[in-house]
Nanobody, 129 residues
Framework: QVQLVESGGGLVGTGGSLRLSCAASGRTFTSSNMGWFRQAPGKEREFVAAITPLSLSGSRSYYTNSVKGRFTIFRENTENTVHLQMNNLKPEDTAVYYC???????????????????WGEGTLVTVSS
């Protein structure tokens, strides 16, 4: 049974940093893209970042415009762990953050959530002003 467990959420002030982690168990995901999504109160879930599997040439990452330059997604060598380093946080980053694993190497660039096969329960990030 596949399970994704997120951690690292919490309360931080504007300009602060947090690192989210997601550990997957139940099988290995060496050929799957992994991503982060978030849902703010009263809003729909939105894509945050995604990363392809590690290869000899490295991996490729994708970001929504609002987090470019502030957030970094990266994977551990074990391939079953993905992190989201969040710097210079803003109040509008407040949301429940969800980890997800896709069913392909490359994420669906037209709809990042569509081909995500497994989802975590989420971790709350609150950024105070």
């Amino acid at each position: 049974q596949v399970q994704l467990v997120e951690s690292g959420g919490g309360l931080v002030g504007t300009g602060g940093s947090l690192r989210l982690s997601c550990a997957a168990s139940g099988r290995t995901f060496t050929s799957s893209n992994m991503g982060w999504f978030r849902q703010a109160p009263g809003k729909e879930r939105e894509f945050v970042a995604a990363i392809t599997p590690l290869s000899l040439s490295g991996s490729r990452s994708y970001y929504t415009n609002s987090v470019k330059g502030r957030f970094t997604i990266f994977r551990e060598n074990t391939e079953n762990t993905v992190h989201l380093q969040m710097n210079n946080l803003k109040p509008e980053d407040t949301a429940v953050y969800y980890c997800a694993i896709g069913n392909s190497r490359i994420p669906n660039l037209r709809d990042y959530a569509r081909d995500m096969e497994y989802w975590g329960e989420g971790t709350l990030v609150t950024v105070s002003s």
